[in-house]
């Protein structure tokens, strides 16, 4: 594989301005406000049931969502379809090397295939895995082996008004409390992900990774990454952190990884492909056991469920996304977006994270108590305003708490507006800012929603609603 394409410098004008142009589109459409209602209806009130036809701007997720590039459609007719050792698994491995500085790396479909393998590895029934916050699927399966979760963010980050630089920090006292507590035996690692989705995008400072693993090195505990969006986070690190001004993205997130032992990942988010995750460890015997179990859950360790194609494709996006000029236009356009809405008024998380804005729903729906579900209200809102279909991350997402059957009632009730990689232009961006202006001057009697039906694992997947007014 050769290096991508260079790109030239971002204007001084316009930093965030786009370092590509559109070669290929693909049509959207606004359906009227009477043929929205109908497609919400029929999906109960809940975003990811509706068709993507009948969605105008499309911002549910930014996960395998985004546009490839050229070189990286070039690379898809480069997929060397043999069954094993495929000339493109070692090319992924290579960028993965090479960028984020891990030994050894097991392909999967995607992130939760690599979180099922490493929670099967290493949790046992009764351990505890401490995290930086939750994320949906990374808990699951640390329950599914039998372990507890521990939230050991810092507290700030609980709070959508707090403007800490970088809220998704690890509380190290918390965490010391905790490792007292239960004892280092039982917890198989932490788990921290930079940035920390369900906070809003918030970042880890690398001050913060260092203490973290000066503390589990004390204990002789394990630190593995979620590193999903682990290049928004370096950006965020060289922008806002004494010291890293002057240090590239790619740079920084090679030391960042540095502190950790292994990470899970979904290619989905920073690497730009529409599919694929690894597994990527340091310890040999760790990666034998990975390696032999990859083979039942996914495909032979060296396509681990990826046709040769999208490993191709990943491999070189990897080598796109650690690219300063990238990911300033990308974390450039999203804070676009949140700038307008805070000008406006609008309740949001603060600061902007790397790849939403989010929406409070507790600040925007003060009338709707949290047990009917004002944020999967104000989503239900934003679509029948102007076919905007955003995501629900509170009460709904938290779902219910194993041993009592009761909701977990997270202290942040957010909707997700979140923006895909090099797909939307800035009058998207606009016309999202206009719609969810205009939802929230008609805030003052939205009520909630009555849950209808509820599916056992993962519930906003699937769940229905009926509005209660
Ligand atoms: C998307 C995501 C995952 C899971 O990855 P999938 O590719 O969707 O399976 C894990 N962690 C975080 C932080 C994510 O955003």
Redesign the pocket.
């Known amino acids: 594989m050769t290096t991508a394409p260079a790109t030239p410098p971002a204007s001084r004008r316009r930093p965030w301005a786009e370092p590509w142009k559109v070669k290929v589109v693909e049509p959207i459409r606004m359906m009227d406000r009477a043929a929205r209602e109908r497609a919400l209806a029929a999906a109960g009130y809940n975003t990811f049931l509706l068709r993507s036809e009948d969605v105008y701007i499309d911002l549910l ?1 930014d ?2 969502t985004s546009a490839m590039s050229d070189w990286q459609w070039a690379g898809m007719m480069m997929g060397d379809e043999a069954y094993a050792g495929s000339r493109n698994f070692y090319n992924l491995e290579a960028a993965i090397r090479e960028h984020y500085g891990y030994k050894h790396v097991v392909p999967t ?7 099922n393998l490493l929670s099967r590895m290493l949790i046992k029934p009764g351990h505890v895995v401490p995290g930086n916050m939750y ?4 808990r699951l399966h640390q329950e599914l082996a039998g372990g507890r979760f521990a939230d050991v963010i810092e507290r700030a980050a609980h709070d959508p008004a707090d403007q800490g630089p970088f809220k998704g920090n690890v509380d190290l006292v918390a965490l010391e409390a905790l490792v007292a507590s239960v004892g280092a035996a039982a917890i198989p690692y932490v788990c921290v ?1 930079g ?4 906070a809003g995008g918030q970042p880890v400072s690398m001050a913060n990774m260092r203490g973290l693993r000066e503390l589990t090195n004390r204990h002789g505990i394990r630190v593995m990454l ?1 590193a ?2 682990a290049v928004e986070n370096a950006y965020f690190i060289q922008q806002r952190e004494a010291g890293y001004s002057g240090t590239s993205v790619a740079a920084i997130l090679r030391e960042f990884c540095s502190y950790t032992d292994g990470c ?1 990942m ?4 920073d690497s730009l492909v529409n ?3 690894w597994l990527a460890l340091n310890d040999d015997v760790l990666y034998e056991e990975a390696s032999n179990l990859v083979v039942v859950y996914e495909g032979l360790h060296t396509y681990g469920g990826m046709s040769g194609r999208d490993m191709e494709a990943m491999a070189r996006g990897i080598v796109e996304s650690v690219q300063d000029d990238h990911i300033r236009a990308r974390i450039g356009q999203v804070e676009y977006l949140g700038q307008k809405l805070i000008d406006a008024g609008v309740p949001v998380v603060r600061p902007i994270g790397g790849h939403a804005v989010y929406l409070d729903a507790k600040a925007f729906y003060p009338q709707v108590p949290q047990d009917e579900f004002p944020a999967q209200r104000l989503a239900a809102e934003l679509y029948l305003d102007a076919g905007i279909r955003a995501m629900e991350r509170g009460i709904v997402s938290a779902g219910r708490d194993a041993a009592t059957g009761r909701h977990h009632y997270p202290a942040l009730e957010l909707v997700r507006l979140t923006i895909p990689r090099r797909v939307y232009t800035q009058a998207h961006m606009d016309l999202t800012a206009d719609s969810v202006i205009a939802v929230h001057e008609q805030r003052a009697d939205t009520r909630g929603l009555r849950l209808i039906y509820e599916p056992r694992y993962l519930r906003f997947f699937q769940a229905r609603f009926e509005p209660l007014a």
């Open positions: 997720t996960s395998g479909h995607q992130g939760r295939g690599a979180e994320f949906t699927t990374t992900a940035t920390v989705n369900m979620d999903t969006r899970t979904s290619g989905k988010k599919i694929g995750g």
